[in-house]
């Protein structure tokens, strides 16, 4: 009998999970809980960085308990993690200086709009992203600017900067490594996918400091060594890799041109385009590295909405309508379509290929006559489905590695209602109105909905302790 035990740590947005697989990658044993997120404000989404080591930590003792595996016994770790959610914290103590700073967060929009006649062109074309408030940048800069004291340790060298992947990999290693994976790096909106190397032009535009930023390695490779103090055992880490390009490796599309659809927290669609980045700044499209092994680089372009099952945590926590997520699906499918009732569920605007974050989320179409289980199946699986039909068109467009094959998937657990509207590989165009209002720089293609008067819906937090 196999001996490998490999411990894997699926860090994402609203949930942990571990799992213990063997040399099979037959799981042994797991564990996963959500955790919480905090909004100050209709613009901010924030996470306690410590909580998220907490609970990772905590997942993987369970795991191992449950696979009956002590550490000492666990060959190597990996780790998956959500993406350009920015972490800051001081060297010298080891502790977070503020809230981690989510990716779907839109406190910088307005400071986009002051960038984005001298530098939106220029950072798209280096970054492979569309000027936007997702681009980690921007939150350290804002970082830097509003937490007192913050500009001074930076300036003293005491600061740094990470993912979630860097995040966890300093903890586990009692802090003696600050990396970050190669495909996280390529989404923070601070990697130049031309030299290969952080962006320091951008950084200094922004007043950011180069040595906040950690040294970029392989998604797979020497990532670093658990302290035997932390983990209780010392265990090579072997891989990091951001988990829409991890999603994009799990589904076997190792060849140009093949296509994942993932919905999770949001609905993300990836194509593998070889061995060059694509970076086409009229598409509206993100171009990233899907993962780096042994030195050789493989690229992806992606189109993604930030919200499809958060808009479940949303119908839940946010208004109340149902009590728990599964109510959804048993609803959803009692019916055969959703009566003509759309959702837009721009609850943290739109995002690529659109990337207009001022839009709030919309419901049209909405009748007395209509059921109510239509209006439930409407909210994310339609408007996610149509956003990826959309983002398959303008890959073809762009003439990336011609015409995509497609591998539609949920994660693991989500409601199946999430893929019972699927995108074509040939994709499909919206026929809404666009809107005339733009906040910020977008690529010129740029379409979004027309949003209903009034203000974006109220969010509430959902907050957790790990136990």
């Known amino acids: 009998m196999s001996t490998t035990r490999l411990l894997v740590i699926d860090a994402g947005t609203t949930g942990i999970r571990a799992i213990v697989f063997d040399s099979e990658l037959t799981s042994l044993g797991e564990a996963a809980t959500e955790f919480g997120q905090f909004h100050p404000g209709q613009d901010r989404v924030e996470q306690d960085a410590e909580e998220i080591w907490t609970v990772a930590s905590t ?88 937490v007192p004291g913050a500009e001074e340790l930076a300036d003293a060298g005491h600061l740094a900067f990470g993912t979630v992947d860097s995040w966890l990999i300093y903890r586990f290693t009692g802090g003696r490594e600050h990396v970050i994976a190669a495909s996280n790096a390529s989404v923070t909106g601070a990697y130049d996918l031309t030299t290969d190397d952080w962006y320091t032009d951008w950084l200094g535009e922004l007043g950011i400091p180069a040595s906040m930023f950690p040294e970029v390695r392989s998604d797979s490779g020497d990532l670093g060594t658990t302290a035997a103090s932390v983990f209780g055992a010392e265990v090579p880490i072997r891989s990091a890799i951001a988990d829409q390009q991890s999603a994009l490796f799990a589904q076997h599309c190792l060849e140009p041109g093949m296509v994942k659809c993932t919905h999770g927290t949001g609905t993300f669609l990836d194509m593998n385009v070889g061995a060059k980045p694509v970076i086409d700044t009229s598409s509206g499209l993100n171009a990233m590295i899907a993962w780096r092994i042994d030195g050789v680089t493989t690229y992806n372009l992606e189109g993604y909405a930030a919200v499809t099952g958060a808009a479940v945590g949303w119908l839940r926590d946010g208004i109340g309508i149902i009590s728990t997520a599964s109510e959804v699906e048993a609803v959803a499918g009692s019916v055969p379509d959703s009566g003509g009732v759309y959702f837009v569920p721009a609850l943290a605007g739109l995002s690529a290929p659109y990337w207009d974050s001022s839009t709030p989320g919309a419901r049209s179409s909405v009748s007395p006559r209509g059921p109510r289980a239509g209006t439930w199946r409407a909210p994310p699986w339609r408007a996610s489905s149509t956003r990826s039909a959309t983002s398959s068109t303008r890959w073809e467009a762009s003439r990336a590695v011609g015409s995509p094959r497609s591998r539609p998937t949920a994660e693991p657990r989500a409601t199946t209602c999430c893929c019972s509207s699927r995108p074509t590989s040939s994709g499909s165009r919206w026929s809404g109105p666009p809107t005339s209002r733009r906040r910020h720089w977008a690529p010129p293609c740029s379409r979004a909905w027309r949003p209903m008067s009034g203000p974006p819906p109220t969010r509430r937090s959902a907050t957790s302790t790990p136990t």
């Open 59 to 146: 997942m993987a003792a369970r795991a191992l308990r449950a696979a009956g595996t002590t550490p000492d016994q666990v060959t190597a770790i990996g780790i998956a993690n959500q993406r350009a959610t920015t972490v800051v914290w001081d060297r010298r103590t080891g502790k977070p200086i503020t809230r981690a700073i989510v990716w779907q967060d839109t406190r910088t929009a307005a400071r986009v709009d002051e960038l984005a006649e001298s530098w939106g062109e220029k950072t798209y074309s280096r970054t492979g992203w569309a000027l936007a408030p997702v681009y980690s940048s921007l939150s350290i800069e804002w970082i830097l600017r509003n």
